[in-house]
């Protein structure tokens, strides 16, 4: 799968989505199993996506998340 370039502001929100709702500490690779494959809950799954399409709507009508 390819990277997407998305403006930097998105890429900060999806940072502070998967610290806050999925603890992860970071989404860059490590090149390490343990660290770049997590056990997560469906339902911090559908919270994480649920905050990523909220900040999506919110930023399209010029406002914040």
């Known amino acids: 799968m390819s990277a ?3 403006p930097a502001a998105a890429r900060q929100q999806l ?3 998967a610290t806050s709702i999925l603890g ?3 989404l860059e ?3 390490s ?3 770049d494959f997590h056990d997560t809950a469906v ?3 559908k919270d994480a996506l649920e905050a990523a399409y909220l900040a999506g709507i919110a930023d399209r ?3 914040a998340a």
């Open 4 to 6: 997407t370039t998305i």
């Open 15 to 17: 940072d502070k989505i």
């Open 24 to 26: 992860i500490e970071t």
């Open 29 to 31: 690779t490590r090149h």
């Open 33 to 35: 199993d343990r660290m």
């Open 43 to 45: 339902w911090s799954i």
């Open 61 to 63: 009508k010029g406002g």
